[in-house]
């Protein structure tokens, strides 16, 4: 017996969008990754499912060498704005690293990561919408995490 995946409708589109942002509330990644996929196979361009697709392969980041990080990186650069693609860029940067310090990985290979996002954030807040100050929120947190340990705040340098 072989197995095949079930195609959903592209009608349930909006309650499956709606089943993996709860998923990702509930802390249950693969849930949204599977639910997204369903969504993606319909609608191979639905931005609200690449958004959360996304979103719940940086929800896996264990720090791990597997961890799904040009996955993620590729999902992201499917969506149509720029903003959101430098944005959603310097997250997963941002997501890796939190991962593999928590991991104890070297610091060594944490620092890129943490510069990367700060400056994709710099570019992203360039471009940003009017009224929209996530980019730099997110510059903050990097900064705010960086600054929780000094031998980070000296390996990551400066970065406008």
Known sequence: MVLVLKRISRDAIPGAIEKAQIYRYLNEPAEAESICRDILNVDIKNQQAIRLLGLALTEKFTGAETDEFQEADRT???????????????LVRERRARAEL????????????????????????????TGNDEAILRWNRCVRLIQSRPELEWMVGDVR
């Open 102 to 129: 928590h991991a104890g990985r070297r610091l060594d290979m944490v620092t890129p990561l943490l510069r990367e996002a700060l400056q994709l954030y710099t570019q992203a807040e360039k471009i940003r919408p």
């Open 76 to 90: 992201f650069q499917a969506l149509s704005d720029d903003y959101e693609k430098l944005y959603y860029a310097g």
